[in-house]
């Protein structure tokens, strides 16, 4: 995939994401998070499962690979965030 192809892939599979999450992130995160997050959910599909997704932009392993990976990256930023906010009031 081109990068045109990659920046298109993270903002929609970060949008998604957000909203699965109930994170309001705004576009340049949730785009970044998109993407980070197919390069994340792409790593754990070849190394728990074996197989090769982000092969192509139309591929619905390309897609399901990158928003789940946008919500694995979403949820941790609650729960980095979270502990953060936590830790002022003590």
Known sequence: MGIIAWIVLGAIAGFIAEHLTGRRAGLLL????????ALLGGFLAKAL??????????NLST????????????????????????????
């Open 30 to 37: 949730s785009t970044v998070v998109g993407i980070l997050g």
């Open 49 to 58: 499962f074996h197989v090769q997704t982000l092969n192509t932009f139309f």
């Open 63 to 90: 897609w399901l690979t990158a928003i789940a990976g946008a919500v694995i990256l979403f949820l941790l930023m609650r729960l980095v965030s979270g502990r953060r906010h936590s830790h002022r009031g003590a």
